[in-house]
């Protein structure tokens, strides 16, 4: 049996408030800037008391200025220090496309590595929290198609801590996207120390051998749950969660194609160009002969996003029970 | 040759006759190399090329200013003068016109998108004032580490003023007081729109107050008040004053690019009006003028230049391409499968 | 009119908040409005303004206390007023069913949401699923909304001749075993042959594969199962163990003479050992009320404490392997599986059957487990392996109302552990103070042999601190 390390208790927003802070102690490269992060300590309270603690040149409200938040700080990144930018809500992340897009993931290529870009920009992201159109978007197929730039989204404490840890350490840009909804949802247990999680490295969260369930964000929650339920129906149910986007880790998701032989990918992102098209695609690439089901896709709908409303919502977001319901259809396929 | 005796309006703010002469030749040789580009062009053996010409005076004087080794340029794609003024080796000018392997961008720029940490000039892309926050972040940088004798030069034409981003860089710049210089190389065309198209001020900074930053008008043909402006400007940067912007007015007497037929929306007439900005020869007669140069060391200077030139090209032309398999490397640190 | 008052969502992403003050007493007038409870939560503190007009009649949750957001927190008596007809705005205190607490509930997260307080079981109060959001009237046919997971995808799996087309890895199975695919029936969908399908036929030849549930194997016919007689028990005598007649003997049936045997040897070969602790259930009792109805809608079976209990059981087995052994004439054998016997107590009889590998199962995995055997015993259809292998009791004796029990081991087992019923009692609690709080006894009987008192007792403590810990927003 392992030895238990020593865990602390935290949600999503501790998680991630606790790996900034510790990034912060041990590097003084590490800067925060974005809007609302100083005396605000940003607006789910997630850098509350660091400026006190580590001024205002490291910790930077900087002018309502998305380009720019994330322009300054690929300069600052080809400069040596290595920031940490906050783009307050995904939905405001439009402003940035081109510097994230253009710029950050573009730099070592077009400098063939003259020039780095050691940045994280993270955002939260997602619906469920009655946020409207402009704070419930998920962005990630926007960027997914960025060479350049690594996507990450875990939503396990635990897996917070390690994964942002890995970002702020990494070499090239990584865009660290925090499902809002499971802030303060989602509770685990978080070693203490450092540590970190290698970025494009799925987790099976739960085994199973009926059927592969790939998710990532509040989702693999709900997922979780639905295949709890049909294990009482006997039903045996694997559930990965991909917790970085990008880069994909096909190895996960294709050794447990081979084991189930059928493949549900659920994403509240809409599916149009989304994610799953793209595990979806690579799966029917290289492991057709393994297929005993078509592939499922579980996503949000093509529409442009959730109304504030909240049945609009509902109707956007999918249930545990549609998800208990696909799974168990797949599994008697 | 002319009389040596100094002209009253001749102020050299403490640059000596060798530094006057290394700024005529910097011009010579940005100029030199603008052709060479063009011809090349012309010639069918380079794709595409982007001239600077009427653009010189701009970058021999702001060259002067800046500190070697310590400050850091964030040039934009006209500025080709700018950065063989700071130190790069005309070779490095050519491998990228000819797109070799040996270019520091290994073949992938576009010509003029030149990168060189190793003497502080940034890499850029070519989307228009994009480069601005990053010359913001350097500079930040640069105050978060105290390193009080360094700063940034951010160049950028009239057109880039129009931009989101530039706005939002000067502005943050203004807010933290950061260690930096806007340099504005107004030359009045944005390609084919001219500036009264692009805003509705007659200088750009007039944009300097809406900031809370001084803004200085200088002659971009004349290197020498470039030079002063410039160094004025960076050494208040470095002593905690602020960023400054600068424009410096200009004139593009060549095409924007050589894909570019500046016929068909301005005139010749209009060229030759703006003729008598031509930076070069006017800093020739300058010099001539106060007995720093001869019509001779002129004639001398245009013929090693001319050699420099021919022998960096012949010599780029032979060096090889990047290997196809350089597509996939430099993504992400590391190896990476591009097939995924 | 009575109106139940909620904690309010004060934030996006908050989940909970904590009553920081009552502005107002039981029998206070309140106006719509009006502000009567201060709120606080870890991203703001508020005043509720009141969504009626009317008289607090009853606080619910008291100062101090952190309840998750749409738990109730008062009950206000609306009074008919002329305000009232004025149209209502937005009353966000109202319990509406509010769709982002869908997913709060749904998806039982927040581990640790409120362990600190609000302890007292909440009578009435529901989680549940606004019916009108469940997902049968979601998927319910074209005539519903569209969010049916059908209406979600491109749905390959009813497409009209799916099923009589075989799959990529059907295809490439049957020509790697050699298997004809006209000679199989399929179990899938509508027949459709799996992949398991061939796989099944390369194992027992073509023919062996047909459509076909497994039939539990009958009990009677396995007379060997080790802890129990799996009986049914029809008697033919006059006097019967169900209905006794006065001043006559009970014939034994095979099963009473079984049990008979069992309880005589168990007592005699393993030297019994009992302790006991008390626990708090506060918390665990509030997550089952609040869990049990939708819980029952959905999985058909009732949500009651034992596989809450079951778990927290197997969890500490897993942590003290020894009160999981066995004392034999070599040693004591420690098994790698937990499969953990319930004692079903029947008409006439008492019975045993195991869940196997309980500790792979969740809380609501267990209860399923646990439904189906129970149901499995009253109607008399447990097989031979649903009663085989155990290797620790748990009996709910608390169900007959017993608060004390010293339990018999079942042959072979080293433990053997009940739950009491759940009683309210008052509790000197932290800080010297007294409260009502939700109390259940839980005693061990041991071999001893294999375990000696402290490993019980650690054991115990162990087990009770899982429960105290299990609370609303853990994993079901």
């Excluded at chain 2, 011009?27 to 010409?53: C, V, W, Y």
């Excluded at chain 2, 994009?130 to 057109?159: I, N, W």
């Excluded at chain 3, 071999?447 to 927003?473: E, N, T, W, Y």
Aim: contains cysteine; proline residues 6%.
């Amino acid at each position: 049996m392992a030895v238990a390390a020593p865990t602390q208790t935290m949600n999503n927003v501790e998680a991630v408030r606790a790996t900034l802070y510790e990034a912060l102690k041990a590097d003084p490269r590490t800067i925060v800037l974005g809007e609302d992060v100083g005396a605000r300590g940003n607006v789910f309270l997630i850098t509350k008391g660091f400026i006190e603690e580590f001024g205002p040149e490291r910790i930077v409200d900087t002018p309502l200025a998305e380009a720019s938040i994330v322009g300054i700080a690929v300069g600052m990144a080809m400069e040596g220090l290595r920031p940490i930018a906050e783009i307050q809500f995904a939905d405001f992340i439009y402003p940035a496309f081109n510097q994230i897009v253009g710029e950050a993931a573009k730099t070592r290529y077009r400098s063939n590595g003259d020039y780095t870009c050691p940045l994280v920009i993270r955002t939260p992201y997602g619906g469920g929290v009655r946020g409207a159109l402009s704070h419930s978007v998920s962005i990630e197929a926007l960027f997914y198609h960025v060479p350049g730039l690594k996507i990450v989204a875990p939503s396990f404490p635990a897996d917070i801590k390690g994964l942002l840890t890995s970002a702020i350490e990494d070499p090239d840009p990584v865009l660290f996207l925090e499902h809002k909804r499971t802030y303060r949802l989602v509770k685990g247990e978080v070693p203490t120390g450092r540590y970190t999680i290698p970025i494009g490295k799925a987790d099976v969260k739960r085994a199973g051998d009926q059927l592969t369930v790939v998710s990532y964000g509040l989702y693999v929650h709900q997922a979780l749950d639905a295949a709890a339920r049909l294990e009482g129906d006997g039903m045996s149910i694997e559930v990965i969660d991909l917790r970085s986007i990008r880069p994909m880790d096909k190895g996960t998701i294709l050794e447990s194609i081979r084991k189930t032989r059928k493949l549900l990918i659920v994403h509240e992102d809409n599916k149009f160009g989304g994610i799953g098209a793209e595990i979806a695609a690579m799966v029917a690439e290289e492991a057709f002969f393994d297929l005993d089901a078509p592939i499922r896709r579980l996503c949000g709908p093509d529409v442009p996003a959730m109304g504030y409303a909240a049945p609009l919502e509902e109707e956007f977001m999918i249930s545990t029970e549609q998800m208990a319901e696909t799974m168990r259809e797949l599994v008697r396929f | 040759m002319a009389k040596a005796i100094e002209s009253p309006s001749f102020e050299r703010y403490g640059l000596d006759d060798d530094r006057l002469r290394w700024m005529l030749r910097n011009m010579h040789l940005q100029r030199t190399l603008d052709n060479r580009g063009f011809q090349l062009n012309r010639q069918g053996k380079i794709p595409f090329a982007t001239g600077s010409e009427g653009h010189e005076g701009i970058h021999a004087g702001a060259a002067v200013a800046f500190s070697r080794g310590k400050d850091v340029l964030v040039p934009y794609y006209r500025d080709i003068g700018l950065c063989l003024g700071i130190g790069m080796d005309p070779l490095e000018a050519l491998l990228s016109m000819f797109a070799r392997g040996a270019d520091r961008s290994g073949g992938r720029q576009f010509p003029n998108h030149f990168t060189s940490k190793a003497i502080g000039m940034l890499s850029i892309s070519s989307i228009i004032a994009a480069h601005c926050p990053h010359a913001v972040g350097v500079a930040y940088a640069m105050k978060y580490r105290k390193e009080t004798d360094r700063a940034v030069l951010c160049c950028f034409g009239d057109g880039a003023t129009s931009e989101g981003e530039w706005h939002e860089s000067v502005n943050f710049a203004a807010v933290h007081r950061l260690p930096i210089v806007f340099l504005c190389e107004n030359n009045e065309w944005a390609i084919s729109t001219p500036r009264e198209r692009q805003m509705a001020i007659a200088d750009v900074v007039q944009k300097a107050a809406g900031y809370g930053i001084p803004g200085v008008i200088v002659e971009g043909a004349d290197p020498l008040a470039v030079y002063k402006t410039v160094k004025d400007a960076l050494d208040r940067a470095r002593s905690g004053g602020g960023p400054t912007l600068v424009e410096a007015k200009c004139y593009r007497f060549l095409s924007h690019t050589t894909d570019d037929d500046d016929r068909t929306y301005r005139s010749r007439e209009e060229i030759e009006k703006h003729r008598h900005l031509d930076p070069v020869p006017r800093f020739e007669r300058l010099l001539i003028e106060c007995g720093i140069v001869t019509d001779e060391g002129i004639a001398e200077i245009k013929k090693e230049v001319l050699a420099q030139v021919n022998e960096v090209t012949d010599r780029a032309e032979a060096m090889p391409f990047p290997a196809p398999q350089e597509l996939y490397t430099n993504v992400y640190e590391g190896t990476h499968e591009p097939w995924l | 009119m009575p109106t139940t008052i909620t904690m309010p969502q004060l934030g996006e992403t908050v989940t909970e908040g904590t009553v920081a003050q009552w502005l107002k007493k039981p029998g206070d007038a309140i106006e719509k409005y009006e502000a009567f409870v201060e709120v606080s939560t870890d991203k703001v503190n508020a005043e509720v303004p009141s969504p009626v007009s009317g008289v607090l009649r009853e606080i619910i949750a008291q100062e101090g206390e952190t309840v998750p957001t749409g738990a109730p927190i008062a009950i206000i008596d609306e009074v008919a007023s002329e305000s009232s007809s004025t149209p209502a705005g937005p009353a966000p205190a109202v319990q509406a069913p509010d769709p982002t607490q869908l997913s709060v509930h749904d998806l039982t997260l927040g581990r640790e949401a409120d362990r600190q307080g609000a302890d007292e079981p909440v009578p009435g109060q529901t989680f549940g699923v606004p019916a009108a959001l469940s997902a049968s009237s979601r998927t319910a046919g074209a005539g519903g909304g569209s969010n049916g997971t059908a209406a979600r995808g491109a749905d390959a799996l009813n497409a009209p001749d799916a099923l009589r087309r075989v799959s990529p890895a059907v295809r490439r199975l049957a020509r790697e075993q050699h298997i004809d695919l006209s000679s199989l029936r399929g179990t899938g969908t509508g027949g459709r042959i799996t992949a398991n399908d061939v796989l099944a036929a390369a194992h027992q030849g073509p023919s062996a594969v047909v459509a076909a549930t497994v039939e539990a194997a009958p009990a009677a016919s396995q007379p060997s199962a080790p802890p129990a007689a799996p009986v049914t028990a029809p008697t033919t005598a006059r006097t019967t163990y169900a209905s006794p007649i006065l001043g006559e003997t009970i014939k034994l049936t095979p099963a009473r003479k079984l049990i008979a045997q069992r309880m005589v040897e168990s007592r005699h070969t393993a030297p019994h050992a009992w302790t006991m602790v008390e626990v708090d259930v506060t918390s665990l009792w509030r997550w089952r009320t609040a869990e049990k109805d939708r819980f029952t809608r959905e999985k058909g079976v009732p949500l009651t404490l034992l596989p809450f209990f079951i778990q927290a059981v197997v969890r500490s087995l897993r942590a003290f392997p020894l009160m999981n052994a066995r004392f034999t004439d070599d040693g004591i054998y420690v098994p790698k599986e937990v499969h953990v016997g319930i004692a079903v107590a029947l008409d006439s009889n008492l019975i045993v059957p195991v869940i196997r590998n309980a500790d792979e199962l969740s809380i609501g995995g267990l209860a399923v487990a646990a439904g189906r055997l129970i149901e499995k015993a009253r109607t008399g259809k447990l097989s031979a392996d649903d009663l085989s292998g155990g290797t620790f009791t748990v009996n709910n004796t608390g169900a007959n109302g017993s608060v004390l029990s010293a339990p018999i081991l079942n042959s072979g087992q080293a433990g053997i552990i009940t739950m009491e019923a759940v009683v309210k009692r008052p509790v000197v609690i932290e800080g010297d103070a007294i409260a009502i709080r939700s109390m259940m006894n839980v005693c061990l009987s041991l071999d001893h042999r294999v375990v000696d008192g402290s490993i019980a007792s650690a054991f115990l403590v162990d087990l009770k601190k899982r429960l105290q810990a299990m609370g609303p927003g853990d994993t079901l």
